[in-house]
């Protein structure tokens, strides 16, 4: 497992991690530097009064936070990750190990099954849903979207030893409201722990789904089967190669590129080189991009208006 650091200058903690470069982080405004060893030394010994100022270290240091109207973060949390090595040796025993292969085994098998009961459900004439019923399954998916973010922070902690999980909800592209975790240094890592790290939010949600299977065969409950479908849904979703969901970092992985929309947007200002998958892909993710600004503007001038009528 590879270690991240803690560093204070002049009452600024910053983090740094160590590869080929040294990766340093500032939590304060969310600022990351790749740098040398020489860059780390002057940090070190950095005095705000008598050390040479450098413009790009001292706005790493001191500058405000960078803000992104089409990934705006309303609200960023730290938990310390130090119980993290018991839910690991726990992960380790054999019994579980098992255990999580036959959940999954079970999600596969009973899936289509569940779905099936749910169509019939949905043509019959018995179809009763209450209320009260909106409160549970907004608590459910609020407990399913967090699950699924401690799975990729579970995951990446597995590869990289740092001391707080940070995460929270940000706004993309001006009506998406989403959940994140951060995970500043898995671009050092290898591909396959890459993917794993991506992958590892919907099979903590498939670990979810085989229990709420299990529930709903043994008890046919509507909310059961109402919450089940939401995490199925919640799934697909994140499946997903656009919209920087979690399969749209997996895709990137499979064409090579770090970020094919990056490129696309190079592509269209500058002109610059692009492969014809991140030239395909980009049209359709800019597509579904003004879909989501467009729908969501629809929807508050639609508000607005039966307000004024």
């Not at 179809?127 to 799975?151: C, D, G, K, T």
């Not at 940000?170 to 794993?196: A, P, W």
């Amino acid at each position: 497992m590879k270690e991240v650091h803690n560093l204070n200058v002049c009452n600024v903690n910053l983090e740094y991690y160590i590869e080929d470069y040294v990766y340093i982080y500032n939590p304060k405004n969310e600022r990351m530097l790749q740098a040398d060893q020489n860059t780390l030394e002057y940090l070190k010994s950095y005095n705000i009064e008598t050390s040479e100022k450098v413009e790009g270290l001292e706005r790493f240091l001191f500058g405000n936070k960078k803000y992104n109207l089409l990934n705006f973060k309303l609200l960023t949390l730290s938990v310390s990750t130090k119980r993290f090595e018991t839910l690991y040796k726990i992960e380790n025993i054999k019994f579980f190990k098992y255990l999580f292969l036959c959940l999954l085994i079970i999600f596969g098998t009973t899936f289509p099954f569940v779905i099936k009961e749910a169509y019939s459900f949905y043509n019959s004439n018995s179809m009763n849903f209450n209320v009260y019923y909106l409160l549970y399954i907004y608590i459910a998916q609020l407990f399913i979207i967090s699950f699924h973010e401690f799975s990729h922070y579970y995951t990446y902690r597995k590869y990289i030893n740092s001391n707080n999980m940070r995460f929270g909800i940000i706004i993309r592209y001006f009506f998406l409201l989403l959940f994140f975790t951060n995970v500043n240094y898995m671009r050092t890592l290898e591909r396959k722990q890459k993917i794993s790290i991506m992958l590892s939010g919907i099979v903590g949600q498939m670990l979810l789904g085989s229990l709420l299977a299990i529930v709903y065969f043994l008890s046919k409950s509507d909310v059961i089967l109402y919450v089940y479908l939401i995490n199925c849904i919640i799934i697909f979703i994140n499946m997903m190669p656009f919209l920087k969901l979690d399969g749209y970092w997996v895709i990137n992985l499979i064409i090579g590129s770090e970020d094919y929309m990056k490129n696309f947007k190079k592509f269209i200002l500058n002109r610059q080189k692009i492969k014809s998958s991140e030239l395909l892909l980009g049209l359709v993710n800019f597509i579904l991009i003004t879909a989501v600004i467009s729908s969501g503007v629809y929807w508050v001038f639609d508000i607005v208006r039966r307000g004024i009528n």
